[in-house]
């Protein structure tokens, strides 16, 4: 399937004014495919993502499992359900990996985290024919047209977004990544038309979430002059650090900084 064409530079009205969900429904497993040790691509089926809002690259779906053995309960517009219903079910947030206007069909990539957690054990186990629940959708990423270059980071959680984000961008945009995963075996080709120079972060068998690898890669780096903008999808406490960084010592503005705590670590207290 061929992704949606989206450019670096197009502007586009704010996520925020969009209401959320516009879209939503049961989608069937169609394929599944091993990137990574720890990434799985799913190929997803629903004749309502035909009428999908998506704009921008790395939009994000929440996907629903049912309390188990009850059935699914799909949110109304401003994430409305009956008295009780959304506090026994399960839902999270994952990236538009691939998806083509008016297409039935959509990828989605899951960071398998063995039996920890709902979707991934679902993630994990995901054979043609199975069915989950969706609402969609929302914005992570807006094109910036002041923005001469542009920094992007993530963990093995935030790679699909900034993959998606990276095959989007304007050819010859100046572009930087870091990506931090295990070791070369979590590695994935990234394709951008832009001139994007890529950098793997290896932890080493440390444990996710554990080091300061990624913020310390950032604090390396040999930033472009000139207005720009920077992007991540992490663990919250290295988001947070990042953006601290690029705020402060890199003098960034609040509005072109864009670090999403996509997860949190069980000794991340404080995060934002």
Excluded: C
Excluded at 45 to 51: D, H, I, M, S
Excluded at 157 to 170: K, Q, R
Aim: charged fraction near 25%; hydrophobic fraction near 40%; proline fraction near 7%.
């Amino acid at each position: 399937m061929a992704s949606n064409t989206f450019t670096g530079t197009r502007p586009v009205a704010p996520a925020a004014r969009r209401p959320f969900p516009l879209v939503t429904g049961s989608a069937r497993v169609v394929a599944v495919r091993s990137l990574t040790p720890l990434l799985v691509r799913i190929t997803l089926v629903a004749e309502a993502f035909r009428g999908l809002p998506v704009e921008e690259p790395g939009e994000i779906i929440t996907l629903l499992w049912p309390e188990e053995g009850s059935e699914l309960v799909l949110p109304e517009e401003g994430w409305r359900f009956p008295p009780g219903v959304a506090e026994r079910q399960h839902a999270r947030n994952y990236t538009v990996r691939r998806w083509e206007a008016g297409s039935e069909e959509m990828d989605i990539d899951f960071v398998l985290h063995g039996d920890h957690g709902r979707a991934s054990r679902w993630a994990g186990a995901a054979e043609p024919g199975d069915a989950i629940g969706f609402a969609a959708s929302r914005m992570h990423w807006v094109s910036d047209v002041d923005a001469d270059w542009a920094l992007l980071v993530a963990d093995e959680t935030g790679l699909p977004a900034l993959a998606a984000i990276a095959e989007t961008l304007d050819p010859g945009f100046r572009a930087h990544a870091l990506v931090e995963v295990d070791d070369r075996d979590g590695e994935l080709r990234i394709d951008s038309p832009a001139d994007l120079e890529v950098g793997w972060v290896h932890r080493r068998g440390a444990p996710p979430g554990t080091t300061s690898l990624l913020a310390d890669a950032v604090r390396l780096l040999d930033l472009p002059s000139g207005p720009g903008r920077a992007w991540g999808g992490g663990e919250a406490l290295a988001m947070r650090d990042i953006r601290r960084h690029l705020r402060g010592e890199r003098g960034m503005s609040s509005a072109s900084t864009h670090l999403l705590g996509y997860w949190k670590h069980e000794k991340t207290d404080d995060w934002e």
